[in-house]
Structures are given as C-alpha cells and as structure tokens.
C-alpha cells in the first residue's frame, strides 16, 4: 500500500475580498516536500485548462519536511496571496511527486484537462464542494473522516478553517502500514528492594529511522502508594532495528495484597509508522500470605471454620503424634 502526499485543505472564495488562501498537504512524517510541487490551474482558457502562471505564492518546488501530528502523519500549509487560486468554475491543480509523477489531479466547480504541465492528458476529480463567493472568512474546502490515504476522505465545505493543523473530523489512523507494539508483562514484586518488569517494543517495519515516546499510568498500581516508579521517554529505532525494551521498577513489600496492574502508553510515533498495540499492560502478582492464629484456625465450634482451606500460621512445633502436629504460638 502506497502512502503519497495528497492534497488535504484549501481556500479558493469568501465574501468580499479573497484573504487566507492556501493549499495544505498531508503524508507521513518524515517526508521532504522540497521534491514536491504544485501546478495550478486555470479552466476558463480554451480549449484545456491552461498553467495558472501569472498567481502569486511560489509553490514549485514546496518546501518543508512533514512532522508528526497524529499516528505518524501530518499536514504542511502554503499560504497564497488572494489571487493564489482562481474564483469561478473549473479550476484546479494538480500535486507533483519526484519524477514529474502527478500524484493528484483535483479541481472545483467542474472538471477539467489540460495540454500543459505535468498534468498533460490527464482529467481532473472534481472535488464534489465549492465556494460561491458569499462564504464567510475562515471556510475552506477540507477532508474529513479516517484513514491515512487522501481516497480514505470526504471532501466537506468546512467553516472553520484549519491551515496547518489536522481538519476537524479528520483522524490519522487506520491505513494497514508499518506500526509500533508493546506487549504485556507480569512478574511477583519481592518482599523487599526492587525488581524491574521489561516491556518489549517491537516495529512490524524496520525500514528507516523511527520513534516513539512512551509514558508509565497508574491502574490498580500507583506511584503514590509506592507500588513502582514512574518513567517516560522516547525510543530511537535505527534502520533495521525492530524491537527495544522498556524497564519499570516495581517496589518490594510483605504486603498481603491482590494483584495490582499499571500500563505503560506509546504515543507519537514517527517514521511513517503508526501504533497498533499502544498500551503494555503490567501485573504485579502478589507473593505475600496472610497469617492466621491459631484460636482463628480452632474457632468456637466442633470442627474449624476452615476446613478444606489452606492458611499459613507461624509458630513453633512442639510435638508431632500419628494423626497430626501440636504447634505453639
């Protein structure tokens, strides 16, 4: 499955003067737009669509490197003088990838070819929304919905714009790629001193650099009773490396206590990689008894109130006979 920039936001038409114009691209984190470009579009020359040269805002070649914002994804704005995008039907533009290879081709208010560019031969996807000139400042044209391809979203006529940032009911997640795990622990804590649980994070893809933050939270098990530390950090995958481990340190005691869980949450992954698996979960099993007397063991009746259960008692063995043991407390 390929995971190419695509066009994700824009501006074109509001009310009164055209302001805030833009185009935003999204892609994985990581990716270097200087190798990318967009060619815009003007559908109104006949007989095709003609390069949209004289628009201000240099977009060819882009610049910048995506960051991370959300599962290994993010979006970069370009901001566009108000005559950066024409107004009016069948317009468009077209997102170019390394070796002159169109990634998209889109247009609003109609559809749309063109003879020139390196959008030559091709016909445009209208993008289904538009805006008419009487929108307020602050709409665009936006994708909305799941997933980590532009073919995963809807096209909507979103009042609020967000240049830079990811749309408002847009998530990043799902798209089957690369991703980070982190598996489940559980170990007894000890009497005394400290032991470590090691949690192992694995990457399905070694391929490039790549990182990921992680985050201990407290469940049954807190920091604040001193059942273990807490620790945060980032980890750094080399190329080629697929797994590292993580060390929690869980404090010892002679408590008689059930057992007692904390997680430990991955987050921000990079690398073009998402989280599958995001939260470790940490059990420390209890290896401690409660003692019973002797006077609980014999209770007031006939026979002892706890028959049939095991208990531990403390004491001394003062005799032994054929059907059992005397023991002195």
Same mark, same amino acid.
């Given at each position: 499955m390929s995971f190419m920039p695509f066009i994700n936001e824009f501006h074109y038409d509001n009310t009164g %003067? /055209? &302001?805030?114009? +833009?185009?935003?691209?999204?892609?994985?984190?990581g990716t270097d737009l200087s190798q990318y470009s967009i060619v815009r579009y003007n559908g109104t020359s006949a007989p095709t669509a003609a390069i949209l040269s004289?628009?201000?805002g240099s977009l060819s070649p882009l610049s910048g490197v995506i960051t991370d914002m959300q599962n290994g994804y993010g979006v970069i704005s370009f901001a566009l003088p108000a005559n950066g995008l024409e107004n009016g039907s069948s317009d468009g533009f077209a997102l170019v990838g390394p070796g002159n290879v169109v990634l998209e081709f889109l247009s609003y208010e109609g559809v749309i070819s =063109?003879? &020139?560019?390196? $959008?030559?031969?091709? =016909?445009? =996807? /209208? &993008?289904?929304?538009?805006?008419?000139? %009487?929108?307020?400042?602050?709409t665009s044209i936006a994708r909305t919905g799941t997933g980590t391809q532009g073919s995963d979203f809807t096209w909507v006529l979103d009042t609020d714009d967000t240049p830079g940032a990811i749309n408002n009911s847009q998530s990043f997640v799902g798209g089957g790629g690369a991703s980070f795990s982190i598996n489940d622990v559980s170990q007894a804590e000890g009497n005394s001193g400290t032991i470590?649980? %090691? +949690? %192992?994070?694995?990457?399905? /893809?070694? $391929?490039?650099a790549a990182t990921v933050d992680f985050a201990t939270a407290d469940a049954t098990a807190t920091v604040a009773n001193a059942d273990y530390i807490s620790t945060s950090g980032t980890l750094n995958f080399a190329d080629g490396e697929l797994s590292k481990t993580i060390s929690v340190t869980v404090n010892g005691d002679t408590a008689n206590e059930a057992n007692e869980t904390f997680t430990v949450n991955l987050s921000n992954a990079t690398g073009g990689l998402s989280i599958g698996d995001g939260q470790g979960v940490g059990t420390i099993t209890n290896d401690d008894s409660t003692i019973t007397r002797i006077h609980d063991i014999q209770g007031a009746q006939h026979s002892s109130p706890l028959v049939g259960q095991t208990v531990t008692i403390q004491g001394? &063995?003062? $005799?032994? /006979?054929?059907?059992? +043991?005397y023991i002195q407390c």
């Open positions: %003067t /055209d &302001v805030g114009e +833009f185009i935003e691209i999204a892609g994985l984190a004289s628009a201000g =063109t003879a &020139v560019g390196a $959008a030559a031969g091709l =016909t445009s =996807t /209208d &993008v289904g929304v538009l805006e008419n000139g %009487t929108n307020p400042i602050g470590s649980l %090691t +949690f %192992t994070v694995s990457r399905s /893809d070694g $391929a490039g001394i &063995v003062t $005799a032994v /006979d054929s059907n059992g +043991f």
